[in-house]
């Protein structure tokens, strides 16, 4: 038999379930549990014996009611999640996209001025040994415009066997050293066997703790115009 409440204005009677919270009570078992009352509803019920009486009391309340609290705090967080969003995304259109916009010209002009001036720029990774190139290199030696990522060997390979150890040698002393830049004429081998001039400079951009060079950048521009028209000078010079 139960008490009436805010649910049940009158008295009623249940049958005896020992499984259910009532009849846990009635066992002098203590606990909270959560589960469906006779409506069908989601609660949170507490229960336990009373006293010494043989009696045993239930609180229930839906989930509804426990979480109404915390769905109004997620209500206002989300409002001002949405808000801080939307004047994330207005920043960005306003401040970050115009410097997008003027880092892609500067960007292209860059490219442009390179592709015009038959320059190719070289990123050499010292960690890994691997050179990054552009496109323009491939274009420098007679080939298809296509940037390439490959061992500096690999390179030094291309080299004219009498320019080698010239290159090393200005390559050593711009890792060793904070201001010397690396600048070196040299010729590489084209895919006919013909040599080429080749004017490469470079700096190196990044060192670690010890001061050990880690990354180094530069532009290798054709100069096979220039030899040609100061060796054509050189022999009309000899006449």
Not at 134 to 155: D, F, M, R, V
Not at 182 to 200: A, C, E, F, K, N
Request: aromatic share 6%.
């Amino acid at each position: 038999a139960c008490f009436p409440h805010r649910s049940e204005s009158k008295a009623y009677a249940r049958p005896h379930e020992a499984a259910t919270p009532m009849g846990r009570a009635l066992a002098r078992e203590g606990g909270v549990r959560l589960l469906r009352d006779r409506d069908g509803r989601n609660v949170m019920a507490a229960f336990g014996p009373v006293g010494n009486l043989g009696l045993g009391m239930v609180l229930t309340m839906t989930t509804a009611e426990i979480y109404a609290p915390l769905r109004g705090e997620l209500y206002i967080v989300g409002v001002l999640l949405a808000a801080l969003v939307l004047v994330g995304t207005l920043l960005l259109h306003w401040r970050v996209a115009p410097l997008v916009r003027r880092l892609y010209l500067h960007e292209q002009r860059l490219k442009l001025a390179l592709d015009n001036s038959r320059s190719a720029v070289w990123d050499l990774d010292l960690q890994t040994g691997q050179v990054y190139l552009s496109e323009q290199w491939q274009a420098l030696l007679g080939k298809a415009a296509e940037a390439t990522k490959t061992p500096l060997e690999e390179l030094y390979k291309l080299v004219h066997p009498e320019d080698v150890e010239q290159v090393r040698r200005k390559l050593r002393a711009a890792l060793k050293s904070g201001d010397l830049p690396y600048d070196v004429d040299h010729r590489v081998q084209l895919p006919d066997g013909q040599w080429t001039w080749i004017h490469s400079i470079g700096r190196v951009v990044q060192r670690d703790g010890k001061g050990r060079a880690l990354r180094m950048i530069g532009v290798n521009t054709s100069i096979a115009r220039r030899k040609q028209e100061q060796a054509f000078s050189e022999r009309r010079a000899s006449r």
